[in-house]
């Protein structure tokens, strides 16, 4: 158990996270992000037409909030989620209008996505209730003509943490928390059945719990998109909740810039950083940096973890422990990502967070395929480093030894080894 459970934890959970900007001019927000829907050409629209068009400065700092609060008791997580304040929502649009923010068509563009992931399920887990999640997921699957998934057709499950109905308390961050996770797995892969399990609280037993879980109901991918700060008790939980060979677990490395959360420090998960993300004149079309900012603040999550050893496929030697994060992918909310929650704001809204990022490679991992029986898949990007775009620019603050905050050529922290280029890295 826990130590909330033992009674022994002294911890209090994201106390150091920092606050996010507020402040900015009449120009950045135009750059950030537009500000309404635009006109599109097509219905369902595939994306917005001006998300790539109008996002070109990769450290625009633009006012959010984050969704959820920071933990006010030991042994307690916050999701990694942060909403974009200054783009109007829609609680619907005309028939000629398209959502602010990275549909489905960009990010499978950005990443060189292949089709696939048909009969994978991708396990979602988050504390609380959202009692909108299946409408809410297919407003956003209809908005972007993407199949339907519902309980009905089989493709969509919500179930508390021990499998049943009973579902917990709603809450509104958390709501938001999980609209984003559900449409950005529906963005990487639309085949994909989605199992949403509701842990009870925000607590690290109950949402490993939750974990616990979902694997037990046969996901062989599953999201988190949480944290709070590190302590002496990590690797009793990365034994009793993160420990599952053959079970590509991936987990949001945090939105406060350098420094290290847990569950990401586990050495059996996949630690997703985040990026600002930018159409460009490249063969790729694209372009990437590291979500953050040399002063600190926002930003992806990274860094050395105290506790938690380092696994043999880590070669980097500036860390003697597990280095935080493996890969990445777009985290920024001044480039963020469209999304429909109901329940916790009026509906269309520009999300952002590493709350983004996790959800979205677990599932470039179901693309991939199934993981080998006896395998820790965090291990197989280590493998394919040459199926990564590698992001060589930005830093999410000062460090030593300053790869651990410093994008570069190769691993650095921030961003990992990379970014998904299709889902060779991601297979085993």
Known sequence: MRSLRKGTSTRTRGLARRAVPALLSATTLVIGGVIAATPSSAAPAPSAPHASATVSAAHAQVPTRRLCAHPSKPGYMACNAVARTDVKQHLSLGPHAAPSGYGPSDLRSAYNLP??????????????DDPNAEKDLATYRSQY???????????????????????PTPDSGWAGEISLDVDMVSAACPSCHILLVEANSASMDDLGTAVNRAVSMGAKFVSNSYGGSEDSTDTTSDAQYFNHPGVAITVSS???????????????VTAVGGTSL???????GWSETVWGSSAGGEGAGSGCSQY??????????????????????VADPATGLAVYDSYQATGWNVYGGTSASSPFIAGVYALAG???AGD???????????????????????????YLCTAGTGYDGPTGLGTPNGATAFAP
């Open 115 to 128: 089709s696939g992931g048909s009969g994978q399920t991708v396990a979602i887990v988050d504390a609380n």
């Open 145 to 167: 003509g993407l199949p339907a998934c519902t309980t009905a057709n089989g493709c969509f499950k919500k179930v508390d943490q021990n499998g049943g109905t009973t579902y």
């Open 254 to 268: 945090g939105d406060s810039g350098y420094g290290v959360e847990y569950p990401a420090a586990s050495q059996y």
């Open 278 to 284: 930018q159409q460009d004149s490249s063969a790729r």
């Open 308 to 329: 938690d050893a380092k696994p043999a496929w880590q070669q980097d030697t500036g860390c003697g422990n597990r280095t935080v994060a493996d890969v990445a992918s």
């Open 370 to 372: 199934t993981p080998g």
């Open 376 to 402: 820790t898949p965090a291990s197989y990007p280590y493998s394919h480093t040459g199926a990564l775009n590698d992001v060589t620019d930005g830093a999410n603050g000062s460090c030593s030894p300053s």
